[in-house]
């Protein structure tokens, strides 16, 4: 079941992380600011977020299988309508609306609930498994997508990967089509929980507003860096695909990085685990304001490695936190509410860079508010380790 679940976030991570790639397309064939580049990416962000307590509760009602279906679907539908755009307000429809929900539905918010109902004592372990995904798409997308794009134009590179979508969908969802059985410790052990939240009681507690402000400063940090990494390597003089591979490669550490800071979290504690990869994100970003020309190619290296490692890395620890904290049938509705705070400060995050980067024509400001978005985030998080009454 962990498996599966990993797969098909995997799926849909890397088709949404695959846009970073298609930005430069679309600026160079109709010749779009960085900003309205931005747009459909950030407007993504927002409608995720909004649209996470809606898939939530569905998760909640219908399940994971009947989810991964609705979600396939819909990817498939953006994928291929993108082919087709031809103007700004296309891309923002398809891949902001469309393709957003559809890989909700294939994300943290339907699996999160069943993963942490199976795994009781290992949460944090489980759930960065389940989290890496998000990281290794991420790493899979932008060499992948610079290849296909390099070979059959940006139009076929959206034919080919809608194609594989459809191919896809039913396997995947025939991975759900059973409840999973619980062991009889995890049942034992959550006949020990004090309490079975409801949305309205969590939303009157401290946590559960400290957690919302974790998300959307986590994303905002994250995100006024990563849809803009090629371009900015590229801006420097980075030959595209190059930047794309190093970068790429940077993410693949995503993988192992965040199951190592998610199984931390169930040893040192889920706030220490966090604070150490906020800080290896600091010096990732640091590293990217020290790079003034392509003959840099260490530092570059240095970037890519430190940002991609805790890509995602904070997501174990919080996700498995805000299970620990408000526990029960309707986690699925309570973390999609919290999410909102992720998708806001994403769409901050991305659309701010790029339009940084038109009135600048510099990523360096953007850089700097990334640090002092992911200082505000750990300090928030750090709040988190008094216990709630």
Not at 244 to 263: H, K, N, Q, R
Not at 281 to 299: F, K, N, W
Request: overall charge positive; some cysteine; glycine content about 12%.
């Amino acid at each position: 079941m962990l498996a599966g679940a990993f797969a098909a976030f995997t799926v849909g991570a890397s088709l949404m992380h695959s846009y970073t790639v298609f930005l430069l397309a679309f600026v160079a064939d109709f010749g779009w600011s960085r900003a309205e580049s931005s747009l459909a990416y950030s407007v993504g962000q927002l409608v995720g977020g909004a649209s996470s307590p809606l898939v939530g509760g569905l998760v909640d009602r219908v399940g994971a299988r009947r989810c991964v279906l609705l979600g396939g679907c819909l990817l498939t539908l953006g994928l291929l309508g993108s082919a087709f755009a031809s103007e700004l307000w296309h891309v923002v429809f398809l891949y902001g609306v469309v393709m957003t929900i559809g890989a909700n539905c294939l994300g943290l918010l339907v699996f999160v609930p069943l993963v942490s109902r199976i795994f009781h004592r290992r949460r944090g372990m489980a759930v960065s498994v389940l989290q890496s995904a998000n990281a290794f798409g991420r790493a899979l997308s932008a060499p992948t997508s610079q290849m296909l794009i390099s070979g059959l134009g940006w139009r076929g590179a959206y034919l080919a990967t809608a194609a594989a979508m459809a191919v896809l969908i039913l396997p995947l969802a025939a991975i759900f089509r059973r409840s999973p059985e619980i062991p009889a410790a995890a049942e034992g052990a959550a006949t020990a929980v004090p309490r079975h939240w409801t949305l309205a009681e969590a939303i009157r507690t401290r946590a559960f507003w400290l957690l919302f402000l974790v998300y959307m400063c986590t994303s905002i940090g994250s995100f006024l860096v990563s849809l803009h990494q090629i371009a900015f390597a590229v801006d420097i003089g980075f030959d595209p695909l190059y930047a794309a591979s190093v970068l790429g490669m940077g993410a693949f550490l995503a993988f192992p990085g965040v199951i190592l800071t998610g199984t931390l979290s169930d040893h040192i504690g889920r706030e220490a685990s966090a604070l150490l990869t906020y800080g290896i994100s600091i010096l990732g970003v640091v590293c990217a304001l020290l790079i003034t020309s392509p003959d840099q190619h260490l530092l570059l290296w240095l970037h890519g490695c430190g940002f991609g490692l805790t890509w995602g890395a904070r997501g174990p620890a919080i996700t498995a936190k805000t299970a620990d904290l408000f526990p029960g049938p309707r986690l699925g509705t309570i973390l999609g509410v919290i999410t909102i705070g992720s998708g806001l400060g994403a769409a901050i995050g991305s659309w701010a860079a790029g339009w940084i980067f038109d009135v600048t024509a510099s990523y360096r400001i953007a850089f700097l508010l990334s640090i002092a978005a992911y200082a505000a985030g750990s300090v928030a998080f750090w709040a988190l380790r008094r216990p709630m009454r």
